[in-house]
């Protein structure tokens, strides 16, 4: 099991940027998917998070992650909408078919009958572009920066020593539990316990919790004996420093930030 | 990491009291424990949203992938530190790698705001919390705050809404799946402080 989006080595001015212009341009991009109501803005927002995620120049077999997620993101949003959405003013929606009629006894009672509507299924196709925008500046930001450099990023923006030691064990540890997971996992099909999934996923919980546990205690010795903690000034092998590029982009997502945030409150 | 029971049934355990571990701030051996839990719940946040994802409309989703899974890990995470911050440092860890990893950076709310309940259940019921009739309320109050959160935050800032219809049977059917993932998680955590304690 790993991440769907993963870490795609490159030389191209997204690459190059510093980790927190990229976390910056993903905390903005997510506050601006909440804000703006405008499907036009909307549309504008999702184009606008694309540019740096076709300047990072995504690879074949990546792109095609990606565009297998929008159709699912664009799938779920519609039939979902289609079947929920209910208009606070104006007109009822156009019905194009019901699930439960309102005459169906007990369900029809209960939901008031439920219908597929277009312009339901409009609205939530639109939404798509909402979710997406998000998902773009998170693919951007995992697919051209290593998980050290995030770190860094992380520690540059004064996250405390302590929190940062933890996200930085808790990535390391990542592997070492699926790989545990794996073996927990081969020993119970080998025993014929668990052909079930749900029944390998119940019956490893336990011994994989355990098992990690009892390697906690080693490493906190080792951390210990390290001089854990004991130094408030610390030196960090990955460095990060921003550079005109960063600069640039910080101008760049300055002026469209407040461009949309003007035009989403002009109405 | 000891609890108060334990130190009465154990008179040697008293003068443990006075050692790190027992203080109320983290030692070196709860932070590992708090980063362990974290990756566990790094990869079950990752598969829940990947199958979630994929699954597009699959109703058992939610229940199954957001609750179940991750409430196993984060009471079993609580149960073992026993100290209060312990839930949101988990909630953090994982919200911050986890989510942001698969594109659904609003999630973080949702495991932020259930971390600091359960911080203040500790808090409140104190070693009270960690019984099967003590844990239930805690259990209860994070089932009812994922569905809540899930809806109205985190869907609801992604535009997309649902009747109340939906929503309200969905509560008790999140507590089907949120209270026998505390149970599980004591138990676990109680499991776990024998190993560490070992």
Request: proline share 6%; with cysteine.
């Amino acid at each position: 099991m790993r991440p769907i989006f993963q870490f795609v080595d490159g030389d191209t001015s997204v690459h190059r940027l510093d980790p927190r212009t990229k976390i910056l341009w993903l905390g903005i991009v997510t506050i601006l998917a909440i804000l703006i109501q405008r499907p036009d803005l909307l549309l504008a927002l999702f184009f606008l998070t694309l540019v740096p995620l076709v300047i990072s120049r995504v690879p074949m077999h990546q792109l095609r992650l990606i565009l297998f997620f929008y159709t699912f993101i664009f799938i779920g949003t519609t039939i979902s909408q289609g079947f929920f959405y209910q208009p606070l003013t104006g007109p009822p929606p156009d019905v194009l078919f019901w699930l439960i009629p309102p005459d169906t006894p007990l369900l029809g009672a209960f939901t008031g009958g439920v219908s597929f509507t277009l312009q339901g299924a409009l609205y939530g196709f639109i939404q798509g572009f909402r979710i997406l925008s998000m998902l773009n500046a998170s693919v951007t930001l995992v697919m051209t920066t290593p998980v050290n450099r995030i770190m860094a990023g992380l520690r540059e923006l004064r996250l405390p020593f302590t929190f940062m030691f933890m996200l930085t064990t808790a990535v390391r540890f990542v592997p070492t539990i699926i790989e545990e997971y794996r073996t927990i996992a081969n020993a119970l099909k080998v025993r014929g316990v668990a052909k079930n999934p749900l029944r390998l996923v119940q019956y490893s919980m336990s011994p994989l919790i355990l098992n990690s546990v009892r390697r906690c205690s080693q490493l906190a010795l080792a951390a210990e004996s390290r001089a854990f903690g004991s130094l408030a000034e610390r030196t960090y092998y990955t460095s990060v420093k921003f550079g005109t590029g960063d600069r640039v982009s910080w101008t760049c997502i300055g002026i469209s930030s407040v461009l949309l945030v003007w035009l989403s409150l002009a109405g | 990491m000891t609890s108060e029971t334990e130190i009465n049934a154990d008179p040697g355990a008293a003068e443990n009291k006075k050692t790190s571990l027992n203080k109320p701030y983290f030692s070196t051996t709860d932070i590992i424990v708090i980063s362990m839990f974290g990756a566990l719940g790094i990869v079950i946040g990752i598969l829940g949203n990947v199958l979630h994802g994929v699954s597009g409309l699959l109703f058992i989703g939610p229940f199954l992938l957001h609750t179940l899974l991750p409430g196993i890990v984060v009471f079993a995470c609580a149960a073992t530190v026993r100290k209060a911050g312990t839930a949101t440092m988990y909630s953090l860890i994982v919200s911050l790698i986890a989510m942001p990893l698969m594109g659904v950076p609003l999630f973080i709310v949702m495991y932020v705001v259930q971390g600091l309940l359960i911080d203040g259940f500790t808090l409140a019921m104190k070693d009270r919390m960690w019984s099967r009739w003590g844990i239930i309320p805690a259990a209860t109050v994070y089932g009812i705050a994922g569905i809540l959160i899930l809806y109205y935050v985190v869907l609801g800032a992604s535009g997309l809404v649902f009747p109340e219809w939906v929503i309200i049977p969905s509560i008790p059917l999140n507590l089907v799946f949120a209270i026998p993932a505390a149970l599980v998680g004591l138990q676990i955590g109680q499991r776990a402080i024998t190993t560490l304690g070992g």
